[in-house]
């Protein structure tokens, strides 16, 4: 899994990509959202969550 984060005059973004599982989330969001480092946790825990779930069922949909 693979992610970056920034941030500049009021706005922070986070984007993260998962090749294996084909899975990746993009989120863009006022200053006000982001303070403290609850924003990128909750990205990061959003796009894990989204990679086990497909992993699960990638290997669930396997003979």
Do not use: D
């Amino acid at each position: 899994m693979v992610f970056h984060t920034g941030a500049t005059r009021g706005f922070a973004a986070f984007v993260g990509f998962s090749p294996r599982a084909e899975v990746g989330l993009a989120v863009l969001a006022g200053a006000r959202a982001t303070r403290g480092p609850g924003f990128v946790r909750s990205a990061h825990g959003t796009l894990r969550t989204s990679v086990v779930r497909r992993e699960a069922a990638i290997a669930a949909a396997r003979p």
